[in-house]
């Protein structure tokens, strides 16, 4: 059973930063890869970043290419997202998943973290 918990969300004004963190307990090895995602009310969960374990590659939704970047260290089984120049419209929940394969689903998610950004 993987185990996720993200920290690092708060308040922060436009144009601000914020890292997020998602600590992995009970991984095995053969995670594929790890993903967040965000959500705000009324509205379905969106992609915002993914990146494989193995390799490190990385992909990002559109709307926050050039401003956010994840990245992984292995050794503590930690993924993290730092967010740069934020928005308002980058308020949401942040969530992190665990894909356990390349196919399969999001099969593990952490309890989120709120992230808000005022004007």
């Known amino acids: 059973q993987v185990q996720l918990v993200e920290s690092g969300g708060g308040l922060v004004q436009a144009g601000g930063s914020l890292r997020l963190s998602c600590a992995a307990s009970g991984r095995t090895f053969s995670s594929y890869a790890m993903g967040w995602f965000r959500q705000t009310p009324g509205k379905e969960r969106e992609f915002v970043a993914r990146?494989?374990?193995?390799?490190?590659?990385?992909y990002y939704a559109d709307s926050v290419k050039g401003r956010f970047t994840i990245s992984r260290d292995n050794t503590k089984n930690t993924v993290y997202l730092q967010m740069n120049s934020l928005k308002p419209e980058d308020t949401a929940v942040y969530y992190c998943?665990?894909?356990?394969?390349?196919?399969?689903?999001?099969?593990?998610w952490g309890q989120g973290t709120q992230v808000a950004v005022s004007s």
């Open positions: 990146i494989i374990w193995s390799t490190g590659r990385t």
């Open positions: 998943a665990d894909k356990l394969t390349l196919a399969g689903e999001y099969a593990y």
